[in-house]
């Protein structure tokens, strides 16, 4: 996939050879994140899945905002799986509305909304599972619902996403086989 042109660059992981699908640079505002050096600082051990409940340029716009205070590594557009990352891995995004499990976790978000399940579309899914499977197998994470959560399985989450067309059962396929 080829990048649309400035800002977005793409991204060679901290450690190349890993299995990460493509993804492109957008760096999120330094208001959005905490610098850390993780996992030397907090241990990685939990992927949080999130909806938007924007466009994927909304939500673009929304971490590139230093007035929002919320970010996430990661975001899959619905319509083709491409992959935008926002904050790296080391750092600590603000996804989950918890600080705990912004400590120890990565963020995916995904374009769409959870009453609208068109736009959980195949190439989001597959997308998004090779990104998780990468995730997981850098850091030891085990590929089951007790490391792979929803943000409302976040304790004190207010939020309702991915909601109730979030199909598990396809995405840890999905993910147990790479996407």
Same mark, same amino acid.
């Given at each position: 996939m080829s990048c649309p042109g400035p800002p977005w660059r793409a991204v060679l992981e901290e450690n190349p050879a890993a299995a990460y699908p493509p993804t492109h640079w957008i760096p999120a505002d330094s208001a959005n994140y905490t610098v850390s050096g993780r996992p030397g600082t907090y241990p990685?051990?939990?992927? @949080?899945?999130? =909806?938007?409940?924007?466009?994927?340029?909304? +939500?673009?716009?929304?971490?590139?905002?230093? +007035?929002? *205070?919320?970010? +996430?590594?990661?975001? @899959?557009? /619905?319509?083709?799986?491409? $992959?935008?990352?926002?904050?790296?891995? *080391?750092?600590?995004?603000?996804? +989950?509305? #918890?600080? #705990?499990? #912004?400590?120890? /976790?990565?963020?995916?978000?995904?374009?769409?909304? $959870?009453?609208?399940?068109?736009?959980?579309?195949?190439? =989001?899914? !597959? /997308?998004?599972? !090779?990104?998780?499977?990468? @995730?997981?197998?850098?850091?030891? $994470?085990? *590929?089951? !619902?007790?490391h792979i959560i929803g943000h409302d399985e976040v304790p004190g989450s207010t939020h309702t996403d991915p909601g109730p067309h979030w199909d598990w059962d396809r995405y840890l396929k999905l993910v147990a086989g790479g996407g």
């Open positions: 990685v051990d939990l992927v @949080v899945i999130h =909806l938007t409940q924007e466009t994927f340029p909304d +939500a673009m716009r929304i971490f590139q905002d230093p +007035a929002a *205070k919320v970010s +996430a590594h990661y975001m @899959v557009a /619905s319509a083709d799986g491409y $992959i935008g990352q926002f904050v790296r891995e *080391k750092d600590i995004a603000w996804h +989950a509305g #918890n600080w #705990n499990r #912004n400590t120890r /976790s990565i963020g995916i978000e995904h374009e769409g909304w $959870i009453d609208r399940p068109e736009y959980l579309t195949d190439a =989001l899914y !597959r /997308s998004s599972a !090779r990104l998780t499977a990468a @995730v997981c197998d850098r850091y030891g $994470i085990p *590929k089951d !619902r007790t």
